[in-house]
């Protein structure tokens, strides 16, 4: 028996923990079983003699089959920070290893039942205790379960000696249309009781097959944990204490002059050093993910990880860190939030902040985020993951003082672009267009599509290149012609190879039409949205450009030029320009640069209407005469 979770770059262990279901609105008509009543309590527990802080839970869930008979699998997670100290229910409990996706090592676990409701009306009960052993870590909570909810109650309760402690409330609906009502209650001790009613929810098990589903941390309804950490400064000195190791590399110099810089060290410059050592972590450091307790916070040594050629992204960071400052460059790790987190340190001091690790380097001036998890990006390119996020940069020695900086947030061009030139002649029959097609890739979508190359194997990689430059279905690319230049330290990746293009050409006694567009390789579709229960989220802020190069021969004249179009929504804009800069020269140049790559389910139907629009005037033809062949 399996159970999926989720887990993204450098998630510690408590987005799996607490992650076991989410929450919308309503209820999805082909559900069948529904949670129709539930209590969750969580509740911090002051440390007593020699018995340490912790948070406990309870849970009780009652579920029904409401048209027919059907297997359900109640389940919660645990591991070693969150103890599993009960469970109840009708059958015999079972407990199964449960790591997520992507993930090498955690140590999550999951118990559940195997429960059959027999039919229409049919009720079963779960009940699960347990406890959190650190409360830092109870950073972030959903109100959810995987199936329907017909009602249910969730209670933090908070004793008078943590009164810094409050719950904030992420992604609920203004008007309090999402079902949820919340009240406060003061228990004759002074503890504070935040409760949270849920009424007709619908549940996630629908929602989780669904393409292109953004992290649920960015729209489901949450509830944030503050004040463990009192201040900013308790937060990043307790992420400045998990962070000390040795960071010893015994025989540094040999392995940097051997496996780094192959006996030209010496020649070489700071700056080229610094790209060198970047590039071998990103080439050499395989990237697992690694979740478990403390270790999910605590890094590596250097030295370890590179004994054993893999790391997680706190690792890689700081043997980077370690390797550049051995070189006399200003190089620290640091710990940071991704763009999977709607809010950043600063504003927020919890462990729910961050969720990832990078090296920050300085260089003759330039600041560089260097994150080794990215096989293909250059030195001097900032993820669109990071940018605009906060930091806390990790001092090298253990007396000194962490920094907070703040990553500079790009531009969509400067993320990432995708720009393919097909530069075209007719062929002298006139049926057909030959010439050259080339594909720069930089930035994000650099990384994105050699990654997909290459985990295609080494086999496949020239032929799924050369596909992705084919611009419509009867078009020829030559695989044996085929030129790249994919190196990770450049900036850019070039794609180049001969084309023969004879679908674009269609004649008419003394008429020729050719459509200039080119379909390939735009992860853009019209979004299906019916029954969609979740927003949808584009590949990445960036732009994608197509541009045909029409040079005409001899005897051949333009007669008419589609009209270009242009239009601007929220999370993008559109644009096709024809024009024709000389007698015997036509260009067709679409481009989008999307601004906004998260789509909420109330907009979909009108970006499904602008991408249309711009298709269709992507697929006019333009049309030429024979004047003298």
Known sequence: MKFATSASIGRRCFWVILTFAYLTAMSHPKDNVMLIDGTETWQFIPPKGNNPACVKNHISHIYEATRYGEQIQPAVFYNDVMKLDKASGKGKARYESAPSRNVFHDDNRVCYFDMKLDGPGKKSKVQFERTVTDPAMFSFLHLSNQYPVKHKETRIIIPPDYSGITVEEHNFTPDGSSGISRRMEELPDGSRVYIYELNNLEGTINAADEFRTPNPFLYRPILLIKGWFPTLDDLCRWHVDISRVDTDIPGIDTFLKENVY???????????????????????????????????????????????????????????ATLLQHEGIDAKAAVIGTNNIGFNIAETPSLAATDHSICVAVENGDTLYLDATNEYIAAAHIPEAIQGKDAILLPENSDGNYTMIRVPRLTPAATATDSVNYNYTLSPDLKSLHGTATRTLSGDFKEAYLSIYSAKGEKYIDENMAIDLVPLRRSSISVESLTKQVSPSSGIAVIEAPIENSEAVTTAEQAIYIELN????????????????????????????????????????????????????????????????????????????????????????????????????????????????
């Open 262 to 320: 192959c006996s030209e060290g010496n020649s070489l410059s700071p700056r080229q050093k610094l790209e060198r050592i970047y590039s071998w972590v990103q080439k050499n450091i395989r990237y697992v993910a690694y979740e478990e307790g403390e270790s999910g916070h605590r890094p590596d040594t250097p030295a370890e990880v590179l004994r054993k050629r893999y790391g997680d992204c706190k690792g890689m960071a700081l043997l980077l």
């Open 518 to 629: 080119a379909q390939n390789g735009v992860s853009l579709d019209r979004i299906d949205n019916h029954d969609r229960q979740s927003p949808y989220r584009l590949p990445g802020r960036g732009r994608i450009v197509r541009e045909s190069v029409l040079t005409l021969p001899p005897g051949v004249k333009l007669t008419h030029l589609p009209e270009s179009f242009s239009t601007t929504t929220p999370h993008a804009v559109f644009s096709c320009d024809f024009s024709a800069p000389a007698a015997n020269t036509v260009i067709m140049r679409k481009s989008v640069e999307i601004t906004d790559p998260m789509i909420a389910i109330q907009d979909i139907d009108g970006w499904n209407k602008s991408l249309a629009q711009w298709e269709n005037a992507c697929k006019n033809q333009i049309e030429l005469s024979i004047t003298n062949h």
